[in-house]
């Protein structure tokens, strides 16, 4: 994330009993341009905000409708303590900042935006994942197109290899999905070069 977001019309919930904190927050949110919500009720996975404020020190695993630290939405957490376990608490929870409590004003933005910057890195790790697991997933396919290549155009492996990747490059499209088109009967089979 190269420039800070502008936070205007984003709706934040801020997960704390109601006192001097959320006083504090939702002044200085409002000021942010961003439309608050307070609750200490579980939030619903129907009515996501943009952002999520959570109280770390008496928050509970239910809290948020996401498990294993894979927030939907940037998180902050609220904390007072310095004990490790709330800290770890809301790790869990996907938080990517904390606001010392009792709340600062000027510790508000700063936090957002770093929520927001790492909730988006970890999204995109995240998708990145999934995009090389699926690759992963695929190279089957892949092998066995080489293998048909070989025993079609009587090459050698690495050749059959190079053939395959050179179809996947003049036609744009990944090598898994060329396999694939090969060993349906989609796509002839590639001549050796």
């Given at each position: 994330m190269r420039e800070t977001p502008n936070f205007t019309g984003?709706?934040?919930?801020?997960?704390?009993?109601?006192?001097?904190?959320?006083?504090?927050?939702?002044r200085q949110l409002?000021?942010?341009?961003?439309?608050?919500?307070?609750?200490w009720e579980p939030l619903g996975a129907h009515e996501?905000?943009?952002i999520v404020l959570i109280d770390a020190d008496q928050g509970w695993d239910d809290l948020l409708p996401w498990r294993d630290g894979k927030a939907s939405v940037p998180v902050v957490a609220l904390l007072g303590s310095e004990a490790p376990g709330r800290i770890a608490?809301?790790?869990?929870?996907?938080a990517g900042a904390i606001i010392a409590k009792p709340v600062a004003t000027s510790a508000v933005y700063p936090a957002?935006?770093?929520?927001?910057?790492?909730?988006?890195e970890r999204s995109a790790a995240a998708k990145h994942q999934q995009h090389l697991e699926e690759r992963v997933r695929?190279?089957?396919l892949v092998h066995?197109?080489?293998q048909k290549i070989m025993a079609a155009r009587k090459v050698d492996e690495?050749?059959?290899?190079?053939?395959?990747r050179n179809c996947a490059m003049q036609r744009r499209y990944p090598m898994e999905q060329v396999a694939a088109l090969i060993l349906a009967g989609a796509e002839p089979l590639p001549e050796a070069g």
């Amino acid at each position: 994330m190269r420039e800070t977001p502008n936070f205007t019309g984003w709706r934040a919930t801020i997960l704390h009993r109601p006192d001097t904190t959320t006083e504090r927050l939702t002044r200085q949110l409002k000021l942010l341009g961003l439309t608050v919500s307070i609750q200490w009720e579980p939030l619903g996975a129907h009515e996501l905000p943009d952002i999520v404020l959570i109280d770390a020190d008496q928050g509970w695993d239910d809290l948020l409708p996401w498990r294993d630290g894979k927030a939907s939405v940037p998180v902050v957490a609220l904390l007072g303590s310095e004990a490790p376990g709330r800290i770890a608490w809301a790790m869990q929870q996907g938080a990517g900042a904390i606001i010392a409590k009792p709340v600062a004003t000027s510790a508000v933005y700063p936090a957002l935006v770093m929520a927001v910057a790492i909730h988006a890195e970890r999204s995109a790790a995240a998708k990145h994942q999934q995009h090389l697991e699926e690759r992963v997933r695929l190279r089957p396919l892949v092998h066995a197109a080489v293998q048909k290549i070989m025993a079609a155009r009587k090459v050698d492996e690495e050749h059959a290899y190079s053939i395959l990747r050179n179809c996947a490059m003049q036609r744009r499209y990944p090598m898994e999905q060329v396999a694939a088109l090969i060993l349906a009967g989609a796509e002839p089979l590639p001549e050796a070069g």
